[in-house]
């Protein structure tokens, strides 16, 4: 019987030693190892044996036990030592391979232009107010001084949702009264970014949706002064120190008086161009005085507060500036055109 369990161990550790991998390696265990094999046949018959040659018998057989797991245990590490490094040598990195450029992006111009616009009038002390771009009709024309059926609603094609009372905004100015309920009665200053919607044929002047900077400052003794200061001020930083404005009387229904702000034109500084339409001046934004009513909705008492607002188009600052000659660059995204900024 010892003798036997010598050749086990013999058989058993010359087979391991020509196990290959790890799949015949799991096989190797189940055959010498498993409850069928034969050490453990042996092992389970120890008490059949006569009682002078049981301990002899068991002692032997747990050494061989102990030795054969010993042994699988160090060709196991050894196997999978072997297939770890198979795996690094065959997933190395070639680091003498060219790199892939990745492409950078840009800040698109309209954002580019919003963020100077932000900074000149950040100098002059207006904070950037937001507001909601789905709006209520109240907002976008009741309160700003055009009740139902005013004609000068027809001033702005506007997109209706399916509710009736609910509108994409047409302008910026809405902001304007949220922000005077919320400051009232403190004065104000801010100027209002955002998107504006319009139901309107797309063509090389006109976009269906576009950016509108509002500007807003209420308070007691604002004038129209003031206002025209601001405007200087703006041009003046934003297209060059000499520039020269005028004011043509015009009409909103929220301010009174109402202008268009010119500016002598950047090209030919008031020769005549086609960019200035021949005139030598161009139109950089409406502006006014706020309206006695736009006040009033907006909380402020108009005998003792007064204030102005203006509004311009940042893609037109951004057209005249580049010399651009069509919005529908700013939102067909096209890299060609974006690149450039
Ligand atoms: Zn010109």
Request: charged share 25%.
């Amino acid at each position: 019987m010892l003798k036997q369990l010598d050749e086990i161990q013999e058989q058993a550790l010359a087979a391991l030693e020509a196990v290959p991998d790890l799949a015949e390696l799991e096989a190797w265990r189940i055959k010498h190892q498993g409850k069928k094999s034969t050490l453990n046949q042996i092992l389970r018959d120890v008490g059949k044996l006569p009682r002078e040659e049981r301990p002899a018998v068991g002692k032997r057989g747990n050494e061989v036990k102990v030795a054969l797991e010993a042994a699988y245990e160090a060709k196991k590490q050894a196997l999978e030592r072997g297939e770890l490094a198979e795996l690094l040598e065959k997933d190395r990195i070639d680091v003498t391979l060219p790199g892939r450029p990745a492409p950078l992006g840009r800040i698109h111009i309209s954002t580019k232009t919003l963020r100077e616009i932000y900074a000149i009038f950040a100098q002059m002390g207006f904070q950037v107010y937001t507001a909601r771009d789905v709006e209520l009709d109240l907002y976008n024309f009741e309160l700003l001084n055009m009740p139902p059926g005013h004609p000068a609603r027809d001033m702005w094609d506007t997109f209706y949702t399916t509710r009736e009372d609910v509108v994409l905004r047409t302008h910026t100015s809405p902001g304007q009264i949220h922000a005077m309920r919320e400051y009232c009665p403190e004065p104000i200053r801010v100027i209002l970014p955002g998107k504006c919607y319009r139901y309107e044929q797309v063509t090389a002047r006109s976009e269906f949706m576009f950016y509108q900077v509002e500007g807003l400052a209420v308070g007691k003794r604002i004038t129209m002064t003031d206002l025209k200061g601001v405007m200087a001020e703006f041009a003046r930083q934003m297209f060059g120190a000499d520039r020269r404005m005028r004011f043509r009387a015009s009409y909103f229904p929220f301010t009174e008086p109402s202008v268009e702000v010119d500016m002598d034109c950047i090209i030919c500084s008031g020769e005549g161009c086609r960019v200035c339409k021949y005139t030598g001046w161009l139109e950089i934004a409406g502006a006014g005085m706020v309206h006695p009513i736009v006040l009033q909705n907006g909380g402020y008492d108009p005998a003792v507060y007064s204030g102005f607002a203006f509004g311009m188009g940042p893609e037109r600052i951004a057209m005249l500036k580049h010399d651009i000659d069509d919005i529908r660059y700013f939102f067909s995204n096209d890299l060609r055109f974006l690149g450039q900024f």
